[in-house]
């Protein structure tokens, strides 16, 4: 009886184990190795195709600090990043807020029209985007004769990042409003009911039951949206490639551009580690932030 | 107890639609546009519903093909991710309170979240040319590497709360380790498992960056998104052609919106707030 059950243990704890191994050996292989061997290649000066290389330290590194391009691109992520949050978090905010009055007509419509972006491929809408940008809106823009949008955007060196902040506005209010609309949501009825009991008023409400609700999740939306304005790509690619001379050159088009079109694969990976350092520290900050508010 | 929203309210909302259709709307009616009507006006309705661009585009030699590489991509990796992912999260979630390998195996997977793409893609790229893994079933094979960390979290925080008397029984009953597990566990994940196929078909099926980097280079491992990046990039007069390219690539998860709308955005919502 004894040495039965023991063996029974000994079947389940083994199983248990083997059923960590495919997804463990697959991560492991795909995920982790890769940024080891990233992480050592860019202490290196490989080009991605010569066969010997040599370590030259933080060389890498000093060259990306100092190099005009990647300042440019470093430039442009912040303008673009914070930009981007400000209106993405702002427009969500009132959608979110409006969609959680059940008074609303339409609801439904208004919803299915307002969520509709949040499933669509950044790429495909960019490239919709890139056709209206070039035959649509100089069209309107002399019809209405104002000077600013009668030429392409994307083709003037000043203007050509509010292109692409439109699209990426355009593609991302969607998620933030679903995602801010359901901690709102999660914010009890009956907590309103009985402050209005109590006599207070709108302001009091929205300070004391729905922000406690709320900040949660904005903390969510605003990570996401500063990691996914850090590491924009896929709108720029299809948009504007980077140009015009540079001027829309992000990180994440640089990082791929210096890797695989000009052969400076060690260096691309060091400039990928310094944007991995800063995502880290950004998520860092904002997990410490919320959790103390949870003990709070 | 709430206010009547006012009419500037409407106002507002009617606005931001517009600016969501207006988009859509060029790009459906230029798709159904012959050639000889572009030049009138880009804003007037087509004449007639003409499905010429539509044809052409779909008559193209490789169209098709991208078509079965993305269906096939996007179909294996989702099943690859639900074989694996519950599996090995069902055996952290009741192990790592007792044992340490479960524990820090599970902050180990989870370390991934927090590193972008950019940092993994060029020794990534290395790493499949190496084991002969730049083509179709390579690149599912990554995605369910990648899909490991995101998926992990919300299940082993879903499994918290699922009780263990069930498989407790089960288990006293004589019933194997992986036959309770699959009899019993995961038929209960049924939401979660939900959440993660939405969250993760999304992905698989719009990414645009891996096959970039994996398949650019052979036209007969295009998936969808590559094909209308290199279609539009060869095609630059005819628009009404490339709109309609554009169109048939989001056809597919259009239609699925229309039917599954509110399961679609619960699974989305359910998998960012809680990752």
């Known amino acids: 009886m004894e040495k039965k059950k023991k063996k029974k243990i000994t079947e389940k704890s083994l199983s248990m184990f083997l059923f960590t191994v495919p997804a463990t050996v697959l991560y492991c292989v795909f995920f982790i190795y890769p940024i080891i061997i990233g992480i050592m290649y860019s202490f290196t000066d490989w080009n991605g195709l010569s066969k010997d290389y040599k370590f030259i330290g933080l060389s890498n590194y000093i060259t990306a600090f100092t190099n005009s391009r990647f300042q440019n691109a470093v430039k442009f992520n912040i303008r673009f990043t914070l930009m981007a949050v400000i209106l993405i978090v702002g427009l969500s905010l009132i959608l979110a807020l409006i ?55 994307l083709a003037s060196k000043s203007t050509a990042i509010y292109g692409v902040l439109i699209v990426h506005v355009w593609l991302a209010v969607a998620m933030a409003t679903v995602m801010l609309l359901a901690g709102l949501q999660s914010a009890p009825e009956d907590l309103y009911e009985a402050a209005v009991l109590d006599g207070a008023n709108r302001w009091q409400k929205f300070r004391y039951i729905t922000m406690p609700f709320l900040l949660p999740v904005l903390s969510v939306v605003l990570i996401l949206q500063i990691k996914s304005g850090l590491t924009v790509y896929d709108i720029i690619v299809a948009l504007t490639n980077g140009g015009p001379g540079g001027a829309t050159e992000s990180l994440a088009v640089l990082i791929y551009n210096h890797g695989f079109k000009e052969v400076k694969f060690s260096y691309a990976i060091a400039e990928a580690m310094i944007l991995t350092i800063v995502i880290c520290a950004i998520s860092f900050i904002q997990t410490s932030i919320s959790n103390k508010k949870k003990v709070y | 107890m709430k206010k009547k929203p006012s009419i500037f309210t409407y106002l507002f909302l009617i606005c931001g639609c517009v600016l969501i259709i207006f988009p859509m709307y060029l790009a459906v009616i230029t798709a159904f546009k012959p050639t000889e009507e572009l030049t009138k006006s880009i804003f007037a309705f087509p004449s007639s519903f003409y499905l010429g661009n539509f044809m052409e585009v779909i008559e193209k030699s490789g169209f098709l093909n991208s078509v079965i590489n993305t269906v096939f991509v996007t179909v294996v990796s989702c099943v690859g991710v639900i074989l694996v992912v519950p599996l090995v999260s069902y055996a952290i979630a009741r192990n790592m309170d007792k044992k340490r390998y479960y524990k820090y195996l599970y902050y180990f997977l989870l370390i991934g979240i927090f590193v972008p793409f950019q940092v993994k893609m060029m020794p990534l790229v290395q790493v499949m040319s190496n084991f002969n893994m730049l083509n179709v079933p390579g690149i599912a094979v990554v995605y369910i590497a990648s899909a490991v960390c995101e998926g992990v979290f919300l299940y082993v925080a879903f499994i918290h709360g699922v009780p263990g008397e069930l498989e407790e029984s089960a288990y006293m009953d004589g019933a194997g380790t992986l036959f309770t597990y699959w009899k019993i566990i995961f038929p209960l994940l049924k939401p979660m498992t939900a959440t993660v196929l939405i969250m993760d078909g999304l992905w698989f099926w719009n990414d645009f960056f891996l096959p970039l980097l994996a398949l650019n280079k052979t036209p007969d491992n295009y998936t969808l998104t590559l094909f209308i990046y290199n279609f539009k990039s060869q095609t630059t007069v005819n628009y009404s052609l490339i709109f309609a390219g554009l169109l048939l690539a989001m056809l597919p998860i259009m239609v699925l919106y229309v039917f599954l709308q509110k399961q679609i955005m619960g699974g989305l919502v359910n998998g960012a707030v809680k990752g």
């Open chain 1, 99 to 153: 969609f959680n009055n059940s008074k609303l007509r339409c609801m439904s419509l208004f919803r299915g029209i307002y969520f509709f972006p949040a499933v669509l491929g950044m790429l495909v809408v960019g490239l919709i985007f890139n056709e209206i940008f070039y035959r649509v809106v100089p069209v309107i823009g002399k019809g209405l004769n104002i000077p600013a949008i009668s030429s392409n955007i």
